[in-house]
């Protein structure tokens, strides 16, 4: 049984920049590494300051593999997109532990940057 990892992450910073300069897209990624047996499946929710979220992302984790989950590009059930330039937070479900790690390419400005931070695992 794989003891590593989690099926509840949360990752309270999200943002998707309304766009890009040069050659690099702006965007968002969920990292996701699956080191057990079996495939994850994963439900990501989207969080809002103002309205209700999005609740019907889906992706999968292969076994011993990894995912990473593009924010700009994944769409939910009824083909929408997570909304450009509004802040939200993310939380994601897994019906096998799993590890998670966030990362962002903002290139709105010519001064290009990365960041990346693990998410807060909860269960």
């Given at each position: 049984?794989?003891?590593?990892?989690?099926?509840?992450?949360?990752?309270p910073?999200?943002?998707?920049?309304?766009?890009?300069?040069?050659d690099?897209?702006?965007?968002?990624?969920?990292?996701?590494?699956?080191?057990?047996?079996?495939?994850?499946?994963?439900?990501?929710?989207?969080?809002?300051?103002?309205?209700?979220?999005?609740?019907?992302?889906?992706?999968?984790?292969?076994?011993?593999?990894?995912?990473?989950?593009?924010?700009?590009?994944?769409?939910?059930q009824?083909?929408?997109?997570?909304?450009?330039?509004?802040?939200?937070?993310?939380?994601?479900d897994?019906?096998?532990?799993?590890?998670?790690?966030?990362?962002?390419?903002?290139?709105?400005?010519?001064?290009?940057?990365?960041?990346?931070?693990?998410?807060?695992?909860?269960?």
């Open positions: 049984m794989n003891k590593l990892g989690q099926k509840r992450w949360i990752i910073d999200g943002f998707l920049p309304e766009r890009s300069n040069g690099f897209v702006s965007h968002e990624a969920i990292c996701v590494l699956n080191i057990g047996e079996k495939d994850a499946n994963l439900k990501i929710s989207i969080y809002f300051e103002d309205c209700g979220p999005m609740e019907d992302f889906i992706a999968i984790c292969g076994a011993k593999r990894t995912n990473h989950i593009r924010l700009d590009q994944i769409q939910d009824l083909g929408q997109k997570i909304p450009k330039g509004v802040p939200y937070a993310i939380k994601i897994s019906d096998e532990p799993i590890i998670v790690q966030h990362s962002r390419m903002d290139t709105s400005q010519a001064e290009m940057t990365l960041m990346t931070t693990m998410a807060y695992p909860l269960s």
